[in-house]
């Protein structure tokens, strides 16, 4: 599975951007796909997450209410819409997918599959 993430780019603090994650394989419904994010000099961080097509979402309480992930089958691409953005949002922006749903979504050691990455930065 190759996964190629775009759209990230320069945006003023209240702003939106809409990531997008190509992947090459198939999602089914028991497909893991998430977005992580790393900011310089920090770890990288679990951001939000989808199980299968339009399955259940997770999200990072600092992200909650603002973010929203996203995907549809036909296009095998996994969005993440990112409203009311913030300085601290400022990062590099990663989509990792895994073949079966893992409780333990949030950890990045769970995906085996991971994009280039695409940065956000987010002026105030």
């Known amino acids: 599975v190759q996964l190629q993430a775009f759209g990230g780019g320069l945006v003023q603090a209240g702003g939106s951007v809409r990531l997008s994650c190509a992947a090459s394989g198939r999602i089914d419904r028991n497909t893991a796909m998430a977005w992580f994010r790393q900011a310089p000099g920090k770890e990288r961080e679990f951001v939000a997450a989808?199980?299968?097509?339009?399955?259940?979402?997770y999200y990072a309480d600092s992200v909650k209410g603002r973010f929203t992930i996203s995907n549809y089958n036909a296009k095998n691409t996994v969005y993440l819409q990112m409203n009311s953005l913030e300085p601290e949002d400022t990062a590099v922006y990663f989509c990792?997918?895994?073949?079966?749903?893992?409780?333990?979504?949030?950890?990045?050691?769970?995906?085996?599959?991971w994009g280039q990455g695409t940065e956000v930065t987010v002026s105030s």
């Open positions: 990792a997918s895994r073949s079966l749903w893992t409780i333990n979504y949030y950890r990045p050691y769970e995906y085996n599959y």
């Open positions: 989808i199980r299968g097509i339009g399955g259940s979402r």
